[in-house]
């Protein structure tokens, strides 16, 4: 029997759809903010998508994952206490457990339903719930960040999805600024930064607040992560104002990531290498996404 084609088409790339073939639907229904679906692919493992966007395939999430955690992580001596925002798969929690410099994991997720289905359909990335230093939060974050206290964190790592419907609000200003509020003096923030080929003018409004407001650097990352539209993803990291934060040049080695993880999953797509590599930008994003 035929399994028939997904079709990915948003306005968030109009005219162009990435379609992959479902060998079998696993899991769909609404939540009370989107519509939550698990499909089996026939060559990139389970696939997790949400309102039809796809969020993670189990071949290619490590990308993803390990690029938004370690990016800021690696950049950064003894990160103690990290916020997540979104990220409610679990992936991005197991990437930062692998820091132990690390005391507190704070995870702020709108959407209950994503964490059960990751726990049920995803045990590789849900397995960041259990490390015993994170705390969940079920909610808003916009509400999540204003109560929380002034320069609590070392790190914040906004792991949402596209700004259409329940991550709408992770883009505009007030919610850059109450992230700044939260972090320390040369804290760092990672925020996913969709796609150089397709939103550059999304990324500059996001870079044109984030310069304002975050007194450090400011810095657009990339990587490769074939199922998401175009095949690549970006990532802002900006800095507060404080001990000054080189992003360019990893502090931690990747060894003490190796070895500190306490079920044995080695690194499958961070190194050193990769995390400069992924500052290095093309001529026309130089132009259109003026850096610094
Ligand atoms: N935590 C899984 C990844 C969530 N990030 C987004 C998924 C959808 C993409 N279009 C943009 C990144």
Redesign the pocket.
Known sequence: KNAELMYFNNP?WPGEAHSLKVEKILFRERSEFQEVLVFQSSSYGKV?V?DG????TEKD?CA??EMIAHLPLCSIKAPKRVLVV????G??LREISRHSSVELIDICEIDKLVIDVSKKFFPELAIGFDDPRVHLHVGDAIEFLRNAPEGKYDAIIV????PVGPAQELVERPFFETIARALKPGGVLCN?A??MWLHTHLIQDMMSICREIFKGSVHYAWTS?PT??SGV?GFLLCSTEGPAVDFLHPINPIEKLEGAIQYRRELKFYNSEMHRAAFALPSFVKREVSCL
């Open positions: 968030m997790l949400l966007i796809v969020q993670l999430e993803y994952q979104g990220g409610g798969d992936g991005v792991d949402s999805s596209d996913m969709e796609s992560v998401y539209p993803i």
